[in-house]
């Protein structure tokens, strides 16, 4: 599998920007990566030392909505996430620009 | 710290260029920040706390750079004011103005400011204004009117005479067709010849109760309704009855019932004592008239043209409520006095000139002196406010929280000018 295909996409919420005062970066990446995988993939993409690597499985959420009556009950995609710590003293951009740091 | 650089332009306007300091700037765009950012949505962050890179990179920065500048320009601005000890009429021009890199932005403001009167004499003007005396006949015009107040109807069995109260019918005719407001039924009426058309109260003078007339009239050409203008008009007239006006005789139960004085003589010393109040507050305010007018042409007045446009555009105002007041429409005045609005506005012209000149006379009068409202009368203004509009006081005072200071600026004028007649020297006129 491709780099690009494990990586999908940065996760940029409040959370993970907390994080990342202590080189920790959040992904989005495909469901059945390996911890292997990933510390791979990012070292390959960002050119970086990788630590230490967790893995989360996020489940999504259950939605329902009513409309005239119809209750629909839905719920959002799960996900991957991984929270990748890297070597003291090394950064990740992401198009030139550092999502992660404040 | 950099200052602005003022340049006048003409005597009413000047030009200000002022530098925006980066250390400004940028709090201005972090306060800017934080103001959208509280109702920024971006799926990830609660509302308001989105960091600043997010944020620029969502939406970018154009929106917070002129949140800022729209914050920090009237800021500048007016600091730039004060430093010039600027007093501006009207609200500034302001246009941003390109600026080299490394520079500090730079912010242009072009605005009317009040001009820098070089005052003449304006103490001890020597005016001549006519005395106005009160005459006797005066007092008793004033008493008869009292009396007319009092007077009882008393129907009389003789032909109509002018002055006295008849019911009447009519019908009016232009070459035999009725016209709009021409008749009327059971109208009563004073017959006094100038309370009607020419000829109409002097055609019903001779007649008797119960009869039945035809009166031929001509409607002037200066008639408020243009369409009947300069037309003759047949009017039928059925005279119902005719009342004749008693009035109390003037004796000193007259006076007593009308006021509190116990004699005829003490009313009339009385009615004397008012009239020559009037008289006397109106020759003041003629010497004000007259010294402001010496005034206003002993001094050269720059105008700034906002505060021209201003007065005329009140004055056409005033003209156009007036005209409603008497019923009729505006573009019904203008054809009565037979000019479109524009020229109305050129003639007006003139007059706003003079009004804001002799204002800005007074208030540089005023600063020269020293002339304050204090708070106790500005509370009296207020008082009398609040007893004209029937609201308590501090209603008034909330309703004219931002224009406390034209209460202020209205009273300074108005003790200016009590000032000026007080120092002005009276020369009685012929």
Redesign the interface.
């Known amino acids: 599998m491709d780099a690009r295909d494990i990586i999908l996409s940065p996760?940029?919420?409040?959370k993970?920007?907390a994080n990342s005062i202590g080189h920790q970066y959040t992904f989005v990446v495909h469901p059945s990566a390996t911890k292997t995988q990933i510390r791979h993939a990012v070292e390959e993409i960002f050119s970086v030392n990788v630590e230490k690597i967790n893995t989360i499985n996020v489940r999504g959420k259950a939605r329902s909505s009513a409309r005239r009556g119809i209750r629909t009950e839905g719920k959002q995609s799960d996900f991957k996430k991984a929270v990748v710590t890297l070597k003291a003293g090394q950064k990740i951009e992401l198009g030139g620009?550092?999502?992660f740091?404040? | 710290m950099t200052t602005s650089t003022l340049t006048r332009l003409d005597a009413t306007s000047v030009e200000i260029v002022i530098p925006v300091l980066p250390d400004a700037l940028d709090r201005a765009r972090e306060v800017a920040f934080r103001r959208l950012s509280k109702n920024a949505r971006i799926?990830?962050?609660?509302k308001g706390?989105i960091?600043?890179?997010?944020f620029e990179?969502t939406y970018g920065t154009a929106g917070i750079e002129s949140e800022a500048m729209e914050d920090l320009v009237p800021e500048l601005y007016s600091t730039a004011l004060r430093e010039h000890e600027l007093a501006p009429v009207a609200r500034p021009k302001l246009e941003m103005l390109p600026s080299a890199e490394n520079e500090p932005m730079r912010v242009k403001a072009r605005v009317e400011v009040r001009p820098t009167l070089e005052l003449g004499a304006y103490e001890g003007l020597s005016v001549s204004v006519p005395e106005r005396t009160v005459s006797d006949e005066e007092v008793e015009r004033t008493l008869e009117g009292l009396a007319r107040d009092r007077g009882t109807l008393a129907p009389v069995d003789r032909p109509a005479v002018l002055g006295d109260i008849v019911t009447i019918d009519f019908i009016g005719r232009i070459d035999g067709t009725p016209f709009e407001g021409g008749s009327a039924e059971g109208q009563v009426a004073e017959l006094l010849e100038d309370r009607f058309i020419p000829g109409f109260a002097t055609g019903i003078v001779g007649m008797s109760a119960g009869e039945r007339r035809e009166i031929e009239t001509q409607f002037p050409e200066a008639y408020h309704a243009s369409d009947l203008a300069g037309k003759s008009a047949t009017f039928e007239v059925v005279l119902h009855d005719v009342k004749h006006l008693e009035m109390p005789t003037l004796d000193d139960a007259f006076a007593a019932e009308v006021s509190d004085f116990a004699t005829l003589g003490e009313l009339r010393a009385e009615i004397r004592k008012r009239l020559e109040g009037i008289a006397a507050a109106r020759v003041r305010r003629e010497i004000g008239n007259a010294v402001m007018e010496q005034l206003v042409a002993a001094h050269d007045i720059p105008v700034p043209p906002s505060l021209l446009v201003a007065e005329r555009e009140q004055l056409l105002e005033e003209a156009r409520r007036m005209a409603q007041e008497q019923g009729t429409e505006f573009h019904e005045y203008l054809a009565s006095i037979g000019k479109t609005e524009e020229e109305l506005r050129d003639e007006l012209t003139g007059d706003a000139e003079r009004r804001v000149k002799g204002t800005l006379l007074v208030e540089a009068i005023a600063d020269a002196e020293g002339i304050e409202a204090s708070p106790a009368e500005i509370q009296s203004e207020l008082a009398l406010l609040a007893r004209r509009y029937g609201q308590p006081i501090d209603r008034v005072r909330a309703a004219l929280a931002e224009n406390m200071q034209s209460v202020y600026d209205g009273i300074v004028r108005n003790k200016t000018l009590e000032f000026l007649i007080d120092k002005a020297h009276r020369v009685a006129a012929p």
């Open positions: 996760r940029i919420t409040e993970s920007m620009i550092n999502y740091e404040q | 799926p990830g962050f609660r706390h960091p600043r890179r997010v990179q």
